[in-house]
């Protein structure tokens, strides 16, 4: 039996993950940003401080297009992204509002902490995507950086 505290807090847990995603997303931007402007190999704090206000200040899907728009994204990456950013839209605009009906009775809590937990694995898989990709960035910046220092 789902109790509405039980469903504020599953709701609250998808909204942590969402957001860790979006953080994962913009850290992501901003090593590409690094990348592009040399700040790997020449340090500059305020514009990369500049960078990040901007890209912070982009909604989720314009932070996806930026992204899009900076790097080859494989098709099934890209398509995993847009599903993140249904989900993420779903949860934050009128989720509550949609399902004031289902809050009235156990099987609709019921069913609405399964959607949850549902979408906070699908926010989660994002995350990790995204992650993978910082990675996989961090490690080609430090690579050129090394080999640029054995010039």
């Known amino acids: 039996m789902a109790t509405v505290d039980e469903v504020y807090g599953e709701y609250g847990k998808t909204a942590e993950v969402a957001q ?3 953080h994962m997303l913009a850290t992501l931007l901003l090593l590409i940003e690094c990348g592009l402007c040399g700040w790997h190999n020449v340090p500059d704090s305020e514009s ?3 960078a990040l206000d901007q890209i912070e200040a982009k909604t989720l899907g314009g932070k996806l297009t930026q992204l899009r728009n900076a790097v080859g994204i494989d098709p099934q990456i890209k ?3 847009a599903k993140a950013l249904m989900y993420r839209n779903k949860l934050m605009h009128g989720w509550f509002y949609k399902h004031d009906e289902a809050m009235e009775t156990n099987a609709g809590r019921e069913a609405m ?5 549902a979408t906070r694995t699908e926010m989660g898989e ?3 995507l995204s992650s993978d990709m910082w990675d996989l960035m961090h490690q080609t910046l430090t690579q050129q950086k090394g080999a640029k220092k054995g010039e």
């Open 20 to 22: 860790t995603f979006e």
């Open 48 to 50: 990369a401080q500049k």
């Open 79 to 81: 398509d995993r992204l």
């Open 113 to 117: 902490v399964g959607e949850l937990r």
């Open 126 to 128: 994002a995350w990790q």
